[in-house]
């Protein structure tokens, strides 16, 4: 066999040397690059998974605060339809108080309006009294031919009210 290693040119003092060689460049790129590669990837693997939390965790916060949003919506709405509908009543109730102040301003306005009408009623009947006494008072002079301050006012008043009455 040591004519085989002879042939094929091998030197042992030189492939251990080599072989030393090897295993000090491996321990050597162990220490100062294998470590310290393992330990950046290592750090880097953890930054990423960390970040993969926060991740979910931001995305369950943002599902809540949506969840939350659309309750406060939600509840916004419900209280903008109870402040609609309170307002509405509120309006109805004006009217209705509007409409029931206008009515007694109507009915104020016809008593009013009777009362000037009585008035007008009473003048006018007055006015038609002196006219009918102014009237007797005329025919009783010519049918008595006297003067008009011999005339007696019993007998006018009583010639008014019988004119009244037929009338």
């Known amino acids: ?15 251990i040397s080599q072989l030393v060689n090897f295993a ?60 609609i509908k309170k307002t509405e009543a509120e309006a109805k109730e004006l009217e209705a108080k509007l409409l029931a102040a206008a009515k007694q301003r109507e009915a104020e306005a016809m008593k009013g309006a009777e009362a000037r009408l009585r008035v007008q009623e009473e003048e006018s009947r007055r006015a038609t009294e002196r006219e009918a006494a102014r009237l007797v008072r005329a025919a009783i002079e010519k ?4 003067s008009p301050g011999a005339i007696d006012e019993a007998l006018i008043a009583r010639a008014v009210k019988e004119a009244a009455q037929s009338a």
């Not at 050597?28 to 990423?48: G, N, S």
């Not at 049918?143 to 006297?146: G, H």
């Open 24 to 83: 000090l460049l491996l321990i050597v790129l162990r220490i100062f690059a294998y470590k310290p590669m393992l330990k950046l990837l290592r750090d880097r693997r953890e930054k990423i998974e960390g970040g993969l939390a926060k991740a979910k965790e931001a995305e369950l916060r943002l599902h809540e605060v949506d969840a939350l949003n659309a309750a406060r919506v939600k509840e916004a709405e419900t209280e903008a339809m109870g402040i």
């Open 143 to 146: 049918t008595v031919e006297l």
């Open 1 to 15: 066999m040591q004519s085989l290693v002879d042939q094929l040119g091998i030197n042992w003092e030189f492939l």
